[in-house]
């Protein structure tokens, strides 16, 4: 078992910066592949992130050099930090976790926060 409470979303302008943190609970949480995912109204929900036990990064194109995920171990916290945010970055971000086969495709994660709402006005 493992929970996980995002927050940190809010209301920003285009352009600006914003930092998601996601709680998990759980003694074997630095054992947890984590991932970032959004879904925007009317959209299938899309990966954003990944972020293995050991460090390693992947992004998905649209926010490759504008997005970086990190996690601290010992704070059993991962983060989305968000920079020069454009108006098609508005959705609910939820955090994800998972293990080495967990990639692209929502299903393949193991466990899902709640959300929390990022939205970007032009």
């Known amino acids: 078992q493992v929970q996980l409470v995002e927050s940190g979303g809010g209301l920003v302008q285009a352009g600006g910066s914003l930092r998601l943190s996601c709680a998990a609970s759980?003694?074997?949480?630095?054992?947890?592949?984590m991932g970032w995912f959004r879904r925007a109204p009317g959209k299938e929900r899309e990966f954003v992130a990944r972020i293995s036990w050991s460090g390693n990064t992947y992004y998905t194109n649209s926010v490759k050099g504008r997005f970086t995920i990190s996690r601290d171990n010992a704070k059993n916290t991962v983060y989305l930090q968000m920079h020069s945010l454009k108006p098609e970055d508005t959705a609910a971000y939820y955090c994800a976790a998972g293990n080495s086969g967990s990639g692209l495709g929502p299903a393949t994660w193991d466990y899902w926060g709640q959300g929390t709402q990022v939205t970007v006005s032009s």
């Open positions: 759980g003694r074997a949480f630095s054992t947890y592949a």
